[in-house]
């Protein structure tokens, strides 16, 4: 295709308009067949304002939740609102297929729900939109006495085998580093991996102890690795009062800041650290 007056665009150019880096828009390309470039004689590419705005259309399905490949196809398809209906739509079945896959104990069904869910999506969206939805639904079901012990447990323990499965390299990002932890006597590790993923996805390097992790503990994998911030996480206020003195003497030298249903702006206060609230998603992007 000849340049023509609509193709003026020099890759560099057209990553300054839309914030993306060349590699990628060159990866989008090449990839998805998302920008259209003429070629001068000379062999160089020219891109146009539809190019651009491809690109844009494609960061705002980003920013929705659907992965790469899910967004350029509705970018290529001129599908727009029917793409955010089809999301949201997607991400409501989610929940109710897990839901019914998870009661019935079914493994394989719940594993084959998640494999669907990951390749539409991005993780952040299926964390935020259909795996701690469903742990909060399951929790309240279960403290209500519609939901066994047992049906709890395999639930809670597929989830995290999935989501630890997913940690894999999380701590060798480039960003910034994060300790995190559950507080002393707290064994619910689970939106702490979740947050842990949420917070790696924007390129922090994870390292996590787990749970139950003695203030002691803590203390020493922060002076040696002076992490950027060490969270501390407890559904109950007792691990956290209970070595209240050395996560003291913790915020006195690092930043720490406290999460979970134990967390509160009192306890946070009294610690000398800061308080993170919201879901592991919403928190993530808080710190």
């Given at each position: 295709m000849a340049p023509d007056v609509r193709h003026s665009l020099r890759i560099g150019e057209l990553s300054r308009r839309v914030g993306i880096s060349p590699e990628l828009l060159r990866a989008w390309e090449r990839r998805y067949g998302l920008l259209h470039p003429a070629r001068t004689d000379g062999g160089l590419r020219l891109y146009s304002a539809e190019d651009e705005r491809r690109v844009r259309a494609m960061q705002a399905h980003l920013d929705g939740g659907l992965s790469a490949a899910e967004a350029a196809r509705l970018v290529s398809d001129g599908d727009g609102a029917a793409g955010t209906a089809e999301h949201g739509d997607a991400i409501e079945r989610g929940v109710g297929e897990l839901r019914d896959a998870l009661d019935a104990m079914d493994?394989?069904?719940?594993h084959a729900v998640l494999d669907g869910l990951l390749a539409s999506f991005t993780l952040e969206a299926v964390l935020a939109g259909v795996v701690l939805p469903y742990l909060r639904e399951l929790g309240e079901?279960?403290?209500?006495?519609?939901?066994?012990?047992?049906?709890?447990?395999?639930?809670?323990?597929?989830?995290?085998?999935?989501?630890?499965?997913?940690?894999?390299?999380?701590?060798?990002?480039?960003?910034?580093?994060?300790?995190?932890?559950?507080?002393?006597?707290?064994?619910?590790?689970?939106?702490?991996?979740?947050?842990?993923?949420?917070?790696?996805?924007?390129?922090?390097?994870?390292?996590?102890?787990?749970?139950?992790?003695?203030?002691?503990?803590?203390?020493?994998?922060?002076?040696?690795?002076?992490?950027?911030?060490?969270?501390?996480?407890?559904?109950?206020?007792?691990?956290?009062?209970?070595?209240?003195?050395?996560?003291t003497a913790l915020a006195r030298e690092h930043r720490v800041v406290i999460a979970g249903a134990g967390a509160s702006e009192k306890l946070a206060e009294s610690l000398g650290s800061a308080l993170l609230q919201g879901d592991p998603v919403t928190a993530a992007g808080a710190v």
């Open positions: 493994a394989d069904a719940a079901r279960w403290r209500r006495g519609e939901a066994s012990v047992a049906e709890e447990h395999f639930a809670s323990n597929l989830v995290r085998a999935r989501l630890l499965a997913l940690t894999r390299g999380w701590e060798r990002g480039e960003g910034p580093t994060a300790l995190l932890a559950c507080a002393p006597g707290e064994r619910h590790d689970l939106p702490l991996i979740a947050f842990g993923l949420a917070l790696r996805g924007r390129g922090w390097r994870i390292v996590f102890l787990g749970a139950d992790t003695p203030a002691a503990s803590i203390a020493e994998a922060a002076e040696r690795l002076r992490p950027a911030v060490v969270v501390v996480s407890s559904v109950t206020p007792r691990g956290f009062r209970r070595e209240a003195d050395a996560l």
